[in-house]
């Protein structure tokens, strides 16, 4: 087949201890899905149904290492998060079924130009520009569930040269992982090469161009990101 246009490149991220890589799909986010960061955005934590936003596969920094500041924001916010590998799609998908749909694990960035999805929201538009811009999803390798299982507890965490800036644990999501593909899955069909990221705890600040993040989900995986 010939394309009119060069077709798009296939995201891809390695999968440890696998010749084969990971292709990645949609890219699925939670909101508020922590009390504390829920409340440090200056919403109440009361367990309204999650909520979902999506970056493009385009917006994934494979294995991290230089993230380019990105333009039309002076306000670029980390969040660190737990991310699922989907391996079997499915709808409609039980909350006990729903952990035989995960192919493995990892741990991720959902960089955020929060002046700009500050002022979407304020106004009530779209989200795309605080949230899918290009390097806007940096993600470690993917960890097979099968090597680790499903993790229910785990630290997540983000140091910024050096110092703590979030300090969460799995354990502490407002919806479980079961729970958020069980909701997800109503509103789209899921597929092979999905990654939900499951949202952040609190501690989410701004970064500025030269600064370094060491983000870790325990018993996961580890990404390191120099903002240039
Ligand atoms: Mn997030």
Redesign the pocket.
Known sequence: MAYAVPAPAQTVLPVRGSEAMFPVGRIF?V?RNYAEHTREMGHDPDREPPFFFMKPATSIVAGGGDMPYPPGTADLHH?M?LVAAIGTGGRDISEEDALSHVFGYAAGL?MTRRDLQDFAKQHGRPWEVGKAFDHAAPCSSVTMASEIGHPETGAVRLHVNGTLRQDGDISQMIWSLPEVIAHISVLFALMPGDLI?T??PAGVAGVSPGDRLKGEVEGVGRIEVKVV
């Open positions: 986010c909101g969040e998060e959902d990221m949202g952040t």
